[in-house]
C-alpha cells in the first residue's frame, strides 16, 4: 500500500518542517536581551509545573481543566506513540492499542472542545483558533483509523477494490496532512498550538521561577542605572521588542488567547483602551513583525484607538513599540491590579511588560501623562506626591504623642505611615490604628519628617530612578534604629518595603518582619492583647486591595478581625484573589486615561449588590477612591477604623 | 521660524519653595520650554556657575529634549555678569531667554537688566510668548494681569525674561538628561567684591496687614482676589512731541527719587 511510505514520509517532512519552525521561532525570541535561566533545571522542573502551577490555574474552569487534560494529555501520547508506531514502524500490538486508546481520549476532549466552539464567549480569538477542534478531531479520528491494521482489529484479509484503496488513500493522506500540518507544523510557526511549545518552553525558562511551587513573585525588577548600561547606547525602560528579556519574548509566545485576562482586567471593563491579551498579542506582532491582520479577539475597547482598522497596528524587532504598534494611552490605562497575571493559565507576566514601556515612556521620552509630570517633579523635590514641605510630614501626629525613632533610635515596632500623612482622610486611619496601637501596649516609634514617599507611585509611572534613589535613602533612614517589626497601613508601601526594597543591597530590613495593619492587628487579637466588642451595625463586606491580595497574598488576617468583631462578611462575587481593583493602582488616577465609566464605580456596584452598609477596606488608596463615588453609596471604612470604634477600653 | 536666529535659554539653579531642595527653576525651564518650540534643537542652555556641584538639575534642564549644555565655569561668589554677556557676544545671540529672578542667591532679578544694559540691547519683561519672527524683528506677546496679553515689537538681538504666565515646561526625561554633555567653558571669574562682606540670615516673616475685601458680589471678590497689583496713579501720554514725552517721563523720575 502506498500509505505504508506515504505515511512516514509525511510525518517526517512534517516533524522536520516543525523543527526549523523551532528553530526560527527560537532565534526571534533570542532578539530579547540577555538574562540568565538555568536552563537544565527549568527544563526538568518543567512537567511539574506544567502538571501543578499550570492546571492550578487552568483547573479554576472545571469545563475547560478537564477538557484540556483529555485533549493536550491524549495528543501528546498519541503523538508519541505515532512516532513509534507509524514513523519508527515498531510493530507492537501492545503500543497500537495505547495509541488507539490515547486517541480516543484525545477524540473526547477535542469533542468538547468543539462543542465550546460552537458558541464561543467573547473573551476567546476566534480566527484559526475556530479551525483548531476541527483539526483536533480529523487528527484522533484519522491516525485511529491508520492504526486499526497495525493493532489486528481488521482483518489481513480486507481488501477494497484497487479504485477503493486509491481513494481511501487520497482521503487519509489529505487528512492526515491537514492534520499534522496544524498540529505539528502550526505549532512552531505561528498557529494555534503555538501555546504549547511556547508554553511549555516559558514554564521552563520562566523569568520568575519562584511564582512555581505556590510561591510568589510580585515586586518589579529594577532597571540597570549604571554608567556603563547608558553608554552602550541602551535606553532605559523597553523602547522596542528587542528591549524585552528573551523569555520576556518567549511568554509572550505562550498566550492561548483565552482571554481570562480581558474578563479579569477593570480597565477594559471601564472601556479603556487596554485589553490585556491583545497587549500581549501586540507584543508577537512586535517581536514576529507584520501587522495585527491575524489577531481575532476583542480589541482595545476605546473608540479612539479603535479607528484604526485591524492590520493597522504595525510593528518589528526594532520598531519603537510605541510608534505604530500601541498606543501610549493603553499602557497608561492599566493599575497594575495584576489581576490579568493571577488569572493567566500560561502565567505571562502582563504588568511587567507594561511596566517596562512605561520606564522608557517616563525616562527617554519624558511622557508621562496628564498630572505624571507634576507628581514625579514633586516626589523629586520634596519625597512626596504633592509637593507638601517635608518637615509637614509629622503633622497630622501633633496630638498623638508617638516616639520618633530619631529620639529612642529602638523600638519595638515602627510605624510606616506613609503619604498618608499628608491627607486628612487618611488621616483617620492612621490615628485609629495608632489607637489600637496604643490599647495594646505596643513599643512604638514612627521616623517622623525623615521618612519619604515608598517610591510605589513613581516606580509605576516608569520613573525608576526616583524609585531607586527614594528606596535607597529610605533604606540608608532604616538601618540607623533597631526595630523587630515594619508595620504599615498602606498596602502599596508594604509592597515595595517587603517585596522590592530587597534589590538595593541593604541589610536594613534583614531580619525584620514587614507587616500589613490587618496582619499585626490579627496577631494583637490573638494574643488577647486588644479587647473588641462585637459590631451591630448591620452587613459588611470586604474589599481586598490588590496590593495586598494578589501583590502579597493576604486574604485571610482582614477576614479573621472581621470574624472577631461577630462580623460575617457579605463576600462579593468578584474577591479574594479575583478582587476587582479599585481604580487607584499604578498611577491611574494621576494619568487618568479616559473610558467610558470609572473602575471605582463598577467595585461599588459590586458593593452595593451585596447589601452591604459598609464595606470595609485594607488600604487609604482603596479608601479615597471607593468614597469617590457619588452618594448615596455603602460606607467606607478601613479595618482599623472599624475595629478602633469596637474597642473596649481597659483602664489601668 | 528662522534657524539662523541663535536662542539663548539661560538656566538657573532653582529652590523648591516646600523642600529648599535644588530643582529646575520655574521661570528658567519655562525659558527652555519656549526656546524649544521656537527653535527645537538648536536651542543653546547656558548655565554660569561652580563646575564642583551636583549636576543633576542642570541634567533636568538637559532632559526636556537637549544633547548638550554649556557650563561656563565660575568661582563661588563670582559675579557672572562680565563673563555672560562676553559669551554671549561671542557667540552671536539673537534671543537670550531667562526667568525674571533666581530662586536662590541674591534673587535680585537685576541679571536681566544689568545684562542688557552691558550689552546694549532691548529688553522685554515678562513676556508670555515669542509668535514670531521676521527679518531681524520678533512679535512678541507681553503677560499682563488677568490673563491679557500685549503684543510689542523687539528688534533683535534683545533679552526676554519669562512670566509665568508662559507655557509650562515640558516633562523632563532621566534618561537623556543623564546622556547629555556639559560642555564646560572655562571663562575669567570677577569676584563680586561686594558679597563678600555680606552676612545672609534667613528671612523673618514680617506681619502684614490683613487684606479685607469689601466686595458685594462673586464677582468682585474673584476680581480682587485675582487681580494682580496694577498701578494707581499715573498716565497716559498720547499727545505731544517725544522731547515733551521724555521731559515728563524725566520729571517723573526725578519727582519718585529715582534719579537724583
Known sequence: MILDWLLPTLILTLLVLAGIGAVRRMNMWRAGQAEKVDIIAGLLAMPKRYLHDLHHVVERDKYMSRTHVATGGGFVLAMALVILVHLIGIESKVLSWMLLGALSMMFCGAVFVFKRRRNPPSRLSKGPWMRLPKNLLIFSVTFFVLTLPAAGVLPASFTLGVMGQWFLTLVLSALVLMSLSEMLFGMTWGGPMKHAFAGALHLAFHRRPERFGGGRSTGLKPVDLEDNALASGKVLGVAKPSDFKWNQLLGFDACVQCGRCEAMCPAFAAGQPLNPKKLI???????????????????????????????????????????????????????TCRACVEECPMMIEHVDAIVDMRRFLTLEKGETPNKGAEILDNIIATDNPNGYAPASRTHWAADQNLNLMKDVKKAEVLFWVSDGAFDMRSQRILRSFVTLLKAANVDVAILGDEERDSGDVARRLGDDATFQSLAKRNLATLGQYEFKTLVTTDPHAFHCLKNEYGDFGSDALEGVDVLHHTTFLNQLIKAGRLQVEGFKGGKVTYHDPCYLGRYNGEYEAPRELLASLGIEIEEMERSGYRSRCCGGGGGAPITDIPGERRIADMRMEDVVSTGAEMVAVGCQQCTAMLEGVVEPRPVVKDIAEILASQLIEVHS | MLPDVKVFSLLSIGRHPQSGRARRAEQDARAVEL???????????????????????????????????????????????????????????????????????ESSGMLPYLLAEKLGWPIVSRIADIVDIKEGVADVLLALPRGQRRAVQVALPFIATLDNAASAPRQTAYGSGLRAKIEVVSSE???????????????????KRMKVVKAKTAADRFKAATAKLAGGGGQVLKEGTPAEKAQAIFDLLLEEKVIR
Not at chain 1, 285 to 295: C, I, Q
Not at chain 1, 300 to 323: N, R
Request: glycine share 12%; aromatic share 4%.
Open chain 1, 281 to 335: 498579542q501586540d507584543m508577537v506582532v512586535g517581536f514576529a513583525g507584520g501587522t495585527d491582520e491575524h489577531y481575532a479577539g476583542s480589541r482595545y475597547p476605546d473608540k479612539a484607538v479603535e479607528g484604526k482598522a485591524v492590520g493597522e497596528a504595525k510593528g518589528g524587532v526594532d520598531h519603537i513599540i510605541t510608534d505604530g504598534l500601541i498606543n501610549p494611552e493603553t499602557l497608561w490605562s492599566c493599575t
Open chain 2, 35 to 105: 526656546g524649544l518650540t521656537l527653535v527645537g534643537r538648536d536651542l543653546n542652555l547656558v548655565h554660569a556657575g561652580s563646575a564642583q556641584q551636583d549636576d543633576s538639575v542642570l541634567r533636568q534642564y538637559a532632559g526636556m529634549g537637549l544633547p548638550a549644555l554649556t557650563l561656563l565655569e565660575q568661582e563661588e561668589n563670582a559675579d557672572i555678569l562680565p563673563s555672560l554677556a562676553k559669551f554671549l557676544q561671542n557667540n552671536q545671540a539673537g534671543i537670550v531667554l531667562m526667568g525674571v529672578r533666581a530662586e536662590s542667591g
Open chain 2, 189 to 207: 571669574s570677577t569676584v563680586d567684591d561686594l558679597t563678600l562682606n555680606w552676612q545672609v540670615s534667613p528671612a523673618k516673616p514680617r506681619p
